[in-house]
């Protein structure tokens, strides 16, 4: 790509904000590579690396793959190497990253909010089984990720998505990422205004387009319409949240520089009220403004959020407006935020009669040949289609009522539950140390246990506390916005034995109470320790606090002691 064609117009109204040190912002002219990441996409454009892996790289194998590309052009299709096996984490942040590879692939495939069909969900399961050892966990981006890729089979795993209307393109790397999308666009009964067409048209219009392939780094987008925000809108660079202006009606909020990670934000309100049919002009306007302007000096500052926190977001919609969209957007007070967050796990009514019916697989995993089942059970009931959420489940749009019951009782007999308990129902894991290169922990089957654990020691727990459990600082499970947040780490044991364990961050939370939770001083957990210490915690809750009051609420005020679990105020179940 040339910088010519990339480099935003300077301003001509609006007075920029310039940093002391220079950031590598394209539009004040800062345009030559600052690091390793940014000068190979300067030497070619990631999107151009699809012809390679099908010409060259699956014709020729793994050994013919440039290194350039398979560690970071990979990424904007999908593609990262998966872990070695039998590397522990202690060896992590010490290895090279050549080291840590496998000579298999991870793949993650966007929904974007879309209606899967029977077939599209078989597909998805049937590529797990014939090409990934039959993965294909839940992500919550409302992804399909895969492991054990062999490059070689990669042209017909994207043939059989593409048959399906599905892709991986952008599923990773400095690009638009997979957006979310309300589970329950369309067809909710309470639904202010259905976004479907605006991320249809955002996708099709700057999906694959090369002048938003090279952001500072990752962007992600969620829309929703639903009063519940159901797509977590406070730590997405960019969210559309649904509201009603008095004159012009149903619309959309625009937030912006949300994010986690090590260095954790609340997305700004930037108080307005966008028509529907121009959702996609405003999502260009702020991603351009991060093409542009955002940070790219350091990988650490390279988010969407620094350029907001330095700005302010009255600065940020001056230049959106006046630079970007070249008029005014219509000021609007943002939607009151609801208590909580909804995944729709449950069977609830559709506007037109029908039901829609949540489902909670166990933390994200699951298996290709679950999805088979599932695309089976969906035909033999003549279900319409499946959506992915933000929350690591599936919701099923479409169901006569009249056959509700009979679906569960199916459904539930190959792994989703419509009636979880809070444990399965409130669980998330990302990937963690089976997989991922960066992680430090075990989370998928640690989360598996701790399931199985509480469900047997709290099974008629009267209240919802969610638990996010991560293998690194990264966030990707949202360690700072669960009741328990539980960052994986190395501690030590009583005996002074280095072991797998975890920080613990208390009462985060979005929706009305948003807010990051509570990290209490030197405080760490040993993987072996975590079902008594999270058993102590709930029986001190459930022991301590006021009517009404939710765990988030409980941790913001209790004393220290009961929430390092040394102390225990009734027994703690075995």
């Known amino acids: 790509m040339s910088d010519n064609r990339f480099q935003a117009k300077r301003a001509t109204r609006t007075e920029i904000p310039r940093p002391k040190k220079g950031e590598g912002q394209w539009a004040l002219g800062y345009t030559e590579p600052l690091n390793k990441n940014e000068e190979s996409k300067k030497n070619d454009d990631p999107l151009n690396v699809r012809d390679r892996i099908l010409y060259t790289y699956s014709k020729r194998g793994f050994d013919s ?94 043939s059989r998505l593409e048959e399906v209307g599905l892709h991986s393109t952008e599923a990773c790397g400095d690009s638009p990422r997979p957006f979310l999308g309300s589970p329950v666009a369309g067809v909710a009964a309470d639904e202010i205004i259905d976004g479907t067409s605006a991320l249809r048209e955002i996708e099709s219009r700057y999906l694959g387009d090369p002048a938003f392939s090279n952001f500072p780094r990752k962007f992600k987008t969620a829309l929703t319409g639903h009063p519940s925000h159901d797509v977590a809108p406070e730590i997405n660079d960019i969210a559309f949240v649904g509201t009603v202006h008095p004159e012009h009606g149903p619309g959309f909020d625009v937030w ?59 600065k940020f919609r001056e230049v959106l407006e006046n630079e970007y969209l070249e008029r005014p957007l219509v000021s609007n007070p943002s939607p009151e935020s609801p208590l909580g967050h909804r995944d729709h796990v449950g069977i609830h009514d559709q506007k037109d009669g029908k039901k829609y019916v949540g489902l909670a697989p166990v933390a994200g995993r699951i298996s290709g040949t679950h999805l088979v089942e599932l695309a089976g059970v969906m035909e033999k009931f003549a279900v319409e289609g499946a959506r992915l959420t933000p929350y690591q489940k599936i919701v099923l749009i479409g169901v006569s009522p009249e056959v509700v019951e009979e679906l569960v009782t199916e459904l539930d007999g190959i792994g989703f539950s419509a009636r979880p308990s809070n ?122 606090r006021e009517e009404g009051e939710t765990f988030s609420a409980w941790t913001a005020r209790a004393d220290e002691v009961l929430l390092r679990g040394e102390k225990a105020l009734s027994e703690v179940p075995a």
């Open 65 to 158: 793959i440039d290194p350039a590309d398979m560690r970071g052009r990979f990424r904007w299709f999908g593609l990262y190497t998966q872990r070695k096996p039998g590397i522990d984490g202690g060896k992590t942040a010490i290895l090279d990253e050549e080291e840590l590879d496998d000579r298999y692939f991870m793949m993650r495939v966007r929904s974007d909010g879309k209606l899967l069909s029977p077939a599209a969900v078989r597909t998805l399961g049937q590529i797990g089984v014939d090409f990934a050892r039959d993965t294909a966990d839940i992500t919550d981006r409302e992804n399909i990720q895969y492991h054990w890729i062999d490059i070689e089979n990669v042209p017909e795993i994207w």
């Open 256 to 314: 912006v520089g949300g994010g986690l990670s090590t260095n954790p934000r609340l997305a700004e309100k930037l108080g307005v009220w966008v028509p529907l049919d121009e959702v996609a002009d405003v999502w260009a306007g702020v991603a351009g403004i991060f093409r542009d302007y955002g940070y790219r000096r350091l990988r650490s500052r390279a988010r969407l959020k620094f350029l907001v926190a330095d700005w302010g977001k009255e």
């Open 423 to 544: 444990w399965r129902q409130n669980t998330m894991a990302c990937t963690g140390i089976e997989f991922c290169k960066l992680a430090i922990v075990d989370t998928k089957d640690r989360a598996r246990d701790l399931i199985a654990s509480l469900e047997s020691r709290f099974p008629e727990l009267d209240a919802s506390i969610t638990v996010n459990v991560n293998g690194c600082p990264n966030a990707c499970a949202r360690t700072q916005v669960a009741d328990i947040g539980l960052k994986g780490q190395l501690v030590l044991d009583d005996d002074g034995n280095q072991v797998e364990g975890f920080q613990v961050h208390l009462g985060g939370a979005t929706g009305l109470t948003a807010n990051f939770g509570r990290k209490l001083r030197a405080h760490k957990v040993t993987s072996a320790g975590l079902d008594d210490y999270i058993s102590a915690l709930v029986v001190n809750y459930l022991a301590d």
